[in-house]
Structures are given as structure tokens and as C-alpha cells.
Nanobody
Framework: QVQLVESGGGLVQAGGSLRLSCAAS????????MAWYRQAPGKQRELVAG???????NYVDSVKGRFTISRDNAKNTVYLQMNSLKPEDTAVYYC?????????WGQGTQVTVSS
């Protein structure tokens, strides 16, 4: 069973930064793609950023230029560096991994941005 453990969430003022981490219980080389999603109260879960096994990345338009997804293969960890945070970035952030046809999720970490 693949486990994903997120950390790094918290409360930050608008304009501040946070870095989320997602540690996988398997080698990232066995993972087809990883991504960060978020879900704000009353809203659907949305894809924030993704990274493939080849290192290609993609971002939702609202975070382009502010967020960066990266990975450390030696630590089996994917990161989401979030800069210039805005109150509308407030949400629970979830790590996702795709291995073959299977889809895995972390437990989520709360990010709250105060104005």
C-alpha cells in the first residue's frame, strides 16, 4: 500500500510563503505522476500543480508564477513552494500520486492565508 504524508501547512499572512512536502512510501521513480490538489470550503477539489516522472510540470493559471512544484528523488518527496500567497489560496492541500492505474491520496494539510 502506497502512503503519502503531507506536511508544511499552516497560517500565513498574505504575501507570505509556505513550502508543502509530500513524502511517498515508495520510490518516486515508480510513480507515473504526482500532483498537488486543493479544496476550499464549499468548492470542488482542483488541480494546483503536477509533475511527471520525466519532470514536466503544469500549473493552474491562478498560481502560475507564484507556486513551484519540484521533487527530491533521493528523499522520495515532492514539494510545493508557494510564494506571494493570497487569501484565495486558503484550502486543504492534498498530495496525489498515480502508479499504473491506481490513484493515491494523502490526508491533506490546511493552508490558511490571512488578509
Amino acid at each position: 500500500q502506497v502512503q503519502l504524508v503531507e506536511s508544511g501547512g499552516g497560517l500565513v499572512q498574505a504575501g507570505g510563503s509556505l513550502r508543502l512536502s509530500c513524502a511517498a512510501s515508495v520510490s518516486v521513480f515508480s510513480i507515473n505522476a504526482m500532483a498537488w490538489y486543493r479544496q476550499a470550503p464549499g468548492k470542488q477539489r482542483e488541480l494546483v500543480a503536477g509533475i511527471t516522472s520525466g519532470g514536466s510540470t503544469n500549473y493552474v493559471d491562478s498560481v502560475k508564477g507564484r507556486f513551484t512544484i519540484s521533487r527530491d528523488n533521493a528523499k522520495n518527496t515532492v514539494y510545493l513552494q508557494m510564494n506571494s500567497l493570497k487569501p484565495e489560496d486558503t484550502a486543504v492541500y492534498y498530495c496525489n500520486a498515480i502508479i499504473g492505474w491506481a490513484d493515491y491520496w494523502g490526508q491533506g494539510t490546511q493552508v490558511t492565508v490571512s488578509s
